[in-house]
């Protein structure tokens, strides 16, 4: 049985002092939660945020990571790093990474080996834009844009990744893919581990949905049988939301 994972993305938002009033509101309100819960926040605030939820059942996220240990990259951080400042996951991937910052499916291999050699349960994000839907590319895509995160990580490795499935026209547009379209693009995902990892790989990896997920849509997509969880942008940075995303059962 997987266990469901809520993660919220913050991206660029939340000062330090933010993000200890936000975790400090976010506790008792996701206290009971099911799901594994956990704040991907700015690189400068995960101290403060790690020290705001020690003792409760929040864990905390970075939304990048360097793929070297060390070494003249200016402006980077290493896996060692975030996970010293108190980070346990970091995002992987993210489509606005590969829009803006040049992220390759190559680049985005070296950092999930460099996050799972450091300790980090890496959040790797897939999926396609709106022209390659149309065009019938996205099962396809998704499979190769798995398969080349994955290389090189070992079956245990595999199983203790998440994945969260986001279709790129779904972030922060106000349209979510549909439940069916969205269970369906993971049970590719799932296949594809499957026919390179074996069946019990695949069954334990956590995939999650992303894309404008909230609490009114979260019931109907959690709902599905491949749908592990939500990878949460938007609706992560008020507590009332995103605790009601993560809360979700009741
Ligand atoms: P959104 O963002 O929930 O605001 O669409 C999701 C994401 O980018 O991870």
């Given at each position: 049985?997987?266990?469901?994972?809520?993660?919220?993305?913050?991206?660029?938002?939340?000062?330090?002092?933010?993000?200890?009033?936000?975790?400090?509101?976010?506790?008792?309100?996701?206290?009971?939660?099911?799901?594994?819960?956990?704040?991907?926040?700015?690189?400068?605030?995960?101290?403060?945020?790690?020290?705001?939820?020690?003792?409760?059942?929040?864990?905390?996220?970075?939304?990048?990571?360097?793929?070297?240990?060390?070494?003249?990259?200016?402006?980077?951080?290493?896996?060692?790093?975030?996970?010293?400042?108190?980070?346990?996951?970091?995002?992987?991937?993210?489509?606005?990474?590969?829009?803006?910052?040049?992220?390759?499916?190559?680049?985005?291999?070296?950092?999930?080996?460099?996050?799972?050699?450091?300790?980090?349960?890496?959040?790797?994000?897939?999926?396609?834009?709106?022209?390659?839907?149309?065009?019938?590319?996205?099962?396809?895509?998704?499979?190769?844009?798995?398969?080349?995160?994955?290389?090189?990580?070992?079956?245990?490795?595999?199983?203790?990744?998440?994945?969260?499935?986001?279709?790129?026209?779904?972030?922060?547009?106000?349209?979510?893919?549909?439940?069916?379209?969205?269970?369906?693009?993971?049970?590719?995902i799932r296949k594809a581990i499957e026919n390179r990892y074996g069946k019990n790989v695949a069954a334990d990896?956590?995939?999650?949905?992303?894309?404008?997920?909230?609490?009114?849509?979260?019931?109907?997509?959690?709902?599905?049988?491949?749908?592990?969880?939500?990878?949460?942008?938007?609706?992560?940075?008020?507590?009332?939301?995103?605790?009601?995303?993560?809360?979700?059962?009741?």
């Open positions: 049985m997987r266990i469901p994972i809520i993660a919220g993305n913050w991206k660029m938002n939340k000062t330090p002092s933010e993000a200890k009033a936000l975790i400090e509101e976010l506790k008792p309100l996701v206290k009971d939660a099911e799901a594994t819960v956990v704040v991907c926040v700015p690189a400068v605030d995960i101290a403060v945020a790690a020290q705001a939820a020690e003792g409760s059942n929040i864990h905390v996220g970075a939304q990048n990571v360097h793929f070297k240990e060390s070494g003249a990259f200016t402006g980077e951080l290493s896996a060692a790093m975030l996970k010293e400042a108190g980070a346990e996951y970091v995002i992987i991937g993210h489509s606005e990474r590969r829009t803006y910052f040049g992220e390759t499916d190559e680049t985005v291999n070296q950092r999930v080996l460099a996050a799972v050699n450091a300790g980090l349960i890496p959040i790797i994000c897939v999926g396609e834009r709106r022209e390659q839907r149309e065009a019938g590319y996205t099962n396809a895509l998704v499979t190769y844009q798995t398969m080349i995160a994955l290389t090189g990580l070992t079956d245990d490795q595999i199983r203790n990744v998440v994945i969260a499935y986001e279709p790129v026209w779904a972030i922060g547009t106000g349209l979510t893919a549909t439940d069916e379209q969205a269970n369906e693009t993971i049970g590719v990896v956590r995939i999650q949905y992303g894309g404008s997920m909230n609490p009114k849509n979260v019931k109907g997509l959690m709902a599905q049988k491949e749908i592990d969880g939500g990878l949460i942008g938007g609706a992560s940075l008020k507590a009332p939301d995103f605790s009601a995303v993560v809360n979700y059962q009741n």
